[in-house]
Each structure stands twice: as C-alpha cells, then as structure tokens.
C-alpha cells in the first residue's frame, strides 16, 4: 500500500494480466461514511481498468472483525479472484481498537495463505477521524483505490505465474 514515498491511488502503470478478473469487494458498514468512499475508490480505480459491474461484487459485512468470513463467503461461493477488505477502526477510549486490528488483520492474512486468492487489506486503523478522512478520498488519497490495484497487480501476478 501507500507510504511517505509512494501513494497508489494514482497507480499509471499497465498493462496488467487482468482478464476478465472478478473481483469481490466487502465493505464494513462501521463508520461508513468513510467505508463507502473506500469502497467507490475502489469500484472507480476498477472500472478504470476495464472491468465491467458484472466483474464487481459489493457486499456489506456489520464491522471490521467480520471482513474475513464475509471474504472467505465470496472466495468460496462466488469465485472471485480476489476480495478486498474495507473497514475502518478509529482508535477509541478502550483496547477495543487494539483486538479488532489485530483480529482482523491476522484473519485476513491467514486467508491469504489458506485459500490462496489475494485477499487484500484495505482496513483504516486511525488515531482520529480526520486521519480517516484523510485517508478516503482526502489529503493522503483513497486506500480503497489502492486496495484495488493491489488485487489487480496480484491477479496479474497470479496469471504471469501460471502461465509459465
């Protein structure tokens, strides 16, 4: 994903090894003003590339700690090549904060490993609002967007591999 140096939301280079991708996307419905706007990073940075509604899934899932199974639902029934995670966790007065990320970050990689689909990470884990907003769409881009080429650059990878 993103860093100081380098922000995928406005990933330029192509072309990937994407054909006829289907891609699921799960979005949180836990502060969702933030996870909708993920979520149409997402869906424009797809589109983008070429991949048409019927290559999209969008399904919703209560919170964060519920990505995974929603994902490991898609990957088993609607055979997606991918499945990005959209959520956001805002740090709060509690450790809440603390066993959600990290519940639904090794979740989310186990997954990776198990079902052997790129399962990708697109969970916002801020200090404040602001740093979420920021962060969808604002000053620091839309990670949902770069979720999204992330799955695409891991499909691509995928089927340069298995060409071979």
């Known amino acids: 994903m993103a860093s100081t140096h380098k922000n995928l939301s406005e990933y330029q280079e192509s072309p990937l090894s994407i054909q006829r991708a289907k891609i699921g996307i799960l979005v949180s419905e836990w502060n969702i003003e933030i996870t909708n706007a993920l979520a149409n990073g997402a869906i424009q940075l797809l589109e983008k590339h070429e991949l048409s509604q019927d290559q999209i899934i969008v399904k919703y899932v209560p919170g964060t700690f519920?990505?995974?199974?929603?994902?490991?639902?898609?990957?088993?029934?609607?055979?997606?090549?991918?499945?990005?995670?959209?959520?956001?966790?805002?740090?709060?007065?509690?450790?809440?904060?603390?066993?959600?990320?990290?519940?639904?970050?090794?979740?989310?990689?186990?997954?990776?490993?198990?079902?052997?689909?790129?399962?990708i990470f697109g969970v916002l884990t801020t200090d404040n609002m602001q740093q979420a907003l920021d962060r969808a769409g604002g000053k620091h881009g839309n990670k949902g967007s770069e979720a999204a080429i992330t799955a695409l650059k891991m499909i691509s990878l995928q089927n340069e591999i298995s060409k071979k």
Request: with cysteine; proline share 2%.
């Open 66 to 119: 519920e990505l995974a199974l929603g994902a490991q639902m898609l990957i088993k029934h609607a055979k997606v090549d991918a499945v990005l995670c959209l959520g956001c966790v805002i740090q709060g007065e509690t450790r809440h904060f603390d066993f959600i990320c990290n519940a639904s970050a090794n979740a989310i990689a186990q997954l990776n490993l198990q079902s052997g689909i790129p399962v």
